[in-house]
Nanobody
Framework: QVQLVESGGGLVQAGGSLRLSCSASGSAPGRTPSSYIMGWFRRPPGKDREFVAAVSRNGGITYYGDSVKGRFTISRDNAENTVYLQMNSLKPEDTAVYYC????????????????????WGQGTPVTVSS
């Protein structure tokens, strides 16, 4: 089992920045936290969950949803078992609960954006962007 704990959410004005963190612990036998693709998803109020960003196991490949490209940056520190989401130029439409997720992969360079592929999820951290 992998446990994921998000932090860093809060209230920010439009145009501001936030940095989310996701700390990973535990793993299935034979695996480590660095065995997983890491992704961020979000669920805006009254809407479906949507893909935000993902990073490959080795941190070298990243992939973003269209609505956050150029504003958000995902990164990971495998030594610290932590993944980050730097969010800049925030907009009111970025308001959502943000979830961290882990997807086991044998490839060090694969990224995925489909929620059903992800095996483990955190509890989420709320982000509110005021206009």
């Amino acid at each position: 089992q992998v446990q994921l704990v998000e932090s860093g959410g809060g209230l920010v004005q439009a145009g501001g920045s936030l940095r989310l963190s996701c700390s990973a612990s535990g793993s299935a036998p034979g695996r480590t936290p660095s065995s997983y693709i890491m992704g961020w998803f979000r669920r805006p109020p009254g809407k479906d969950r949507e893909f935000v960003a993902a990073v490959s196991r080795n941190g070298g490949i990243t992939y973003y949803g269209d609505s956050v490209k150029g504003r958000f940056t995902i990164s990971r520190d495998n030594a610290e078992n932590t993944v980050y989401l730097q969010m800049n130029s925030l907009k009111p439409e970025d308001t959502a609960v943000y979830y961290c997720a882990a997807d086991y992969s044998t490839s060090p360079t694969t990224v995925r954006s489909i929620p059903v592929n992800y095996d483990y999820w955190g509890q989420g951290t709320p982000v509110t962007v005021s206009s």
